[in-house]
Nanobody
């Protein structure tokens, strides 16, 4: 059974930092690309960052480029999202995502609240 479990969220002041983790279980994910999405209150879920299976190639939403960094540790089946210079508009539930040949999987999400 594939599971994605996010952690590391919480309340932080604007300008601060948080590091999210997503631990994947149920199989090896080292051959698959992974991503982070987020959903702010009253808004649709949106793409945040994506990382190729090798960890070499990444891409980001314009709104987070230069502030967020996605990385992965394939030995630990874990993907990270380092978030710096957080803004109030980064407040959202953050979701981990992986697309396998069989189907797409999502974590349950972790809340990040940035106070201004």
């Amino acid at each position: 059974q594939v599971q994605l479990v996010e952690s590391g969220g919480g309340l932080v002041q604007a300008g601060g930092s948080l590091r999210l983790s997503c631990v994947a279980s149920g199989r090896s994910f080292s051959n698959y690309n992974m991503a982070w999405f987020r959903q702010a209150p009253g808004k649709e879920r949106e793409f945040v960052a994506h990382i190729k299976w090798s960890g070499v190639y990444t891409n980001y939403a314009d709104s987070v480029k230069g502030r967020f960094t996605i990385s992965r540790d394939n030995a630990k089946n874990t993907v990270y999202l380092e978030m710096n210079r957080l803004k109030a508009e980064d407040t959202a539930v953050y979701y981990c995502n992986v697309n396998l040949p069989s189907r797409e999987y999502w974590g349950k999400g972790i809340l990040v609240t940035v106070s201004s």
